[in-house]
């Protein structure tokens, strides 16, 4: 069904920036890989069909770039040349509406008109429209990146290389890392050390990584059952971890992509942390029985 299940990453560049893609799961099934994807991002490009206007996992995608963070979007409005020209205006006005109800400033953001398969197949006038969604992309503010404070990369993923050891993969959130350097591999339970003894960006070796780099790591003496998704890779005692936290939160409403019911304490919900997925419980304070949607 032309699903995307597990976020695919790749690179390329315009004229004036590189870029690191992440092309992100489409289906509700896979929202939680589409978390990973997402709050890795800088920008995103929101692909729409013209032909069959917004659906409900359109308004999911936005609400979820909203939640996660990602501060640009750029909308792609695919299939125009089999959508009926006349209902191209009402479909990228209703685009609008819904990036301006979920905190976007729709009326600014762009919207391209294209076809993506009559690009692929070389037609030079929609060929053209991806090249505005590149230079569109060129336009947007440039990240802010913490390369002075320590080292940090959540694990996304992790593989074996033949005779060579095990990577670990992510985006690199702050900080410098240089080949050879030790590093500390912790969370969910574990700390680990060792050392950097290859780095990668898209398969191209590398004496240096920084934040905002899509990078691999190859890890001196570690299995591919010692380190786990979801734990991060830093400077040698720069990090503390803990089990437990207080927070202020807000539940969001079923119209904002939350709950209908409220709950009270021990209640498990799922938690996001960077690349991490886990389990775990709430204890609401003492003068509050119930918590709210809203």
């Known amino acids: ?23 992100c799961p489409g289906h509700k099934d896979y929202i939680k890989n589409m978390i990973t994807g997402a709050a890795q991002m800088d920008a995103a490009i929101l692909v729409v069909s013209a032909a069959d206007g917004a659906q ?9 770039a909203k939640h996660v963070g990602v501060p640009n979007l750029i909308v792609f409005l695919n299939k125009c040349d089999k959508a009926i020209p006349d209902l191209i205006p009402l479909v990228e006005h209703e685009i609008r509406e819904i990036l301006t ?55 996304e993923d992790i593989y074996s290389i033949t005779g060579r ?12 890392l240089t080949l050879g350097e ?13 050392v950097a003894i290859g780095l990668e960006i898209f398969k191209k070796s590398r004496t240096q990584i920084q934040a905002g780099d899509n990078a691999a790591i190859l890890l001196r003496g570690i299995k591919h059952i010692d380190i786990k998704k979801g734990q991060v890779i830093v400077k040698p005692n720069s990090l503390k971890v803990y089990s437990k936290f207080k927070a202020e939160v807000y ?41 709210m949607p809203g």
Do not use: C, W
């Not at 050891?165 to 410098?176: C, D, I, L, M, Q």
């Not at 030790?182 to 060792?194: A, F, H, N, R």
């Open 1 to 23: 069904r032309g699903i995307t299940i597990n976020a695919h990453h790749l690179e390329y560049e315009s004229d004036t920036r590189n870029y690191a893609h992440i092309d």
């Open 56 to 64: 409900p996992q359109t308004r999911e995608h936005i609400l979820l």
């Open 101 to 155: 109800k979920n905190g976007y400033n729709g009326s600014e953001i762009p919207i391209i008109q294209g076809s993506a398969l009559k690009a692929l197949d070389g037609d030079q006038s929609y060929l053209s429209k991806i090249a505005d969604l590149v230079a569109e992309l060129d336009k947007l503010p440039l990240p802010i990146r913490d390369i002075d404070k320590p080292f940090l990369m959540p694990i």
């Open 165 to 176: 050891g095990t990577t670990a993969s992510g985006r690199v959130e702050r900080g410098k």
């Open 182 to 194: 030790e590093v500390q591999i912790l969370g969910l339970d574990k700390d680990t050390s060792t």
């Open 251 to 291: 539940i969001l409403t079923e119209e904002e992509g939350g709950r209908k019911k409220s709950f009270r304490t021990n209640y498990r919900p799922q938690f996001f942390f960077r690349t991490a997925n886990v389990t775990g419980v709430i204890t609401l304070p003492n003068n509050i029985a119930v918590a």
